[in-house]
């Protein structure tokens, strides 16, 4: 079954500091990639997409990732995070089979320290 | 211009009440979805209406309904809550399966 990998549980950078929260996805054909931000309480906003083409994307918030094929990552990066950025991300992938359905990691709680 | 409601927002129920949770989207959207959300595991496809008039299983159907009424609304019913169902609760809907989903604020339900 197709699946989504994000094995940082949880992360804590400085803010100010670089961030960048990794996402693996299993073997398929080009996948629809998606990173969703969830604030404590909140619902998920999305921060990014990629479906082909250039293989870096910019999002919301200052946000980029990049999809790189041969590593079958698509990993979040933020030069300098703020204390906002404090949240749960997910790495989600669209299964464009029969069942067509979204595929959520597990999640990344990022913890920012004053 | 609400984006995707879901009522109510916070639930208890005892084992084996039922009840009926209640999204709609202003949109126009074509699909919409419901997840349960649990400590460590993402967000779970519950069922999901890739149109009006059609509802498919996701990951997690067992114990759970849904109606889609009409295209803005798309309700999730549990007949015989369990403790096992204690969950948050996500409504989202897409213009197509496949592109972008925007997501409701939540639903919390403790059964007990």
């Known amino acids: 079954a197709q699946s989504v990998t994000q094995p940082d549980i949880h992360i804590t950078v400085s803010e100010g500091a670089s961030l960048e929260l990794r996402c693996n996805y299993s073997y398929g054909a080009t996948p629809y990639l998606f990173w969703y931000v969830q604030s404590p309480g909140q619902g998920l906003q999305l921060l990014l997409k990629?479906?082909?083409?250039?293989?870096l994307v910019q999002g919301i918030k200052g946000f980029e990732a990049e999809f790189k094929r041969s590593q079958s990552s698509f990993n979040l990066r933020k030069p300098s995070v703020h204390w906002s950025d404090a949240a749960e991300y997910f790495c989600v992938r669209f299964s464009s089979g029969s069942a067509r359905q979204l595929t959520f990691g597990s999640g990344t709680q990022l913890t920012v320290l004053p | 211009n609400a984006g995707v409601t879901q009522t109510p927002k916070f639930q208890v129920l005892k084992t084996g009440q039922s009840m009926t949770l209640q999204c709609a989207q202003d949109?126009?959207?074509?699909?919409m979805y419901w997840y349960r959300q649990d400590p460590g595991m993402g967000l779970r496809l519950i069922y999901y209406s890739a149109s009006e008039g059609t509802t498919d299983k996701g990951e997690v159907p067992n114990g759970y309904n849904v109606s889609r009424l009409n295209k803005r609304e798309f309700s999730l019913r549990l007949e015989s809550a369990a403790p096992s169902q204690t969950s948050v609760y996500f409504c989202?809907?897409?213009?197509?399966?496949?592109?972008?989903?925007?997501f409701g604020p939540g639903t919390r339900l403790t059964v007990t």
């Open positions: 949109m126009n959207h074509n699909s």
């Open positions: 990629y479906f082909s083409g250039d293989t």
């Open positions: 989202a809907s897409s213009e197509l399966a496949g592109s972008e989903q925007y």
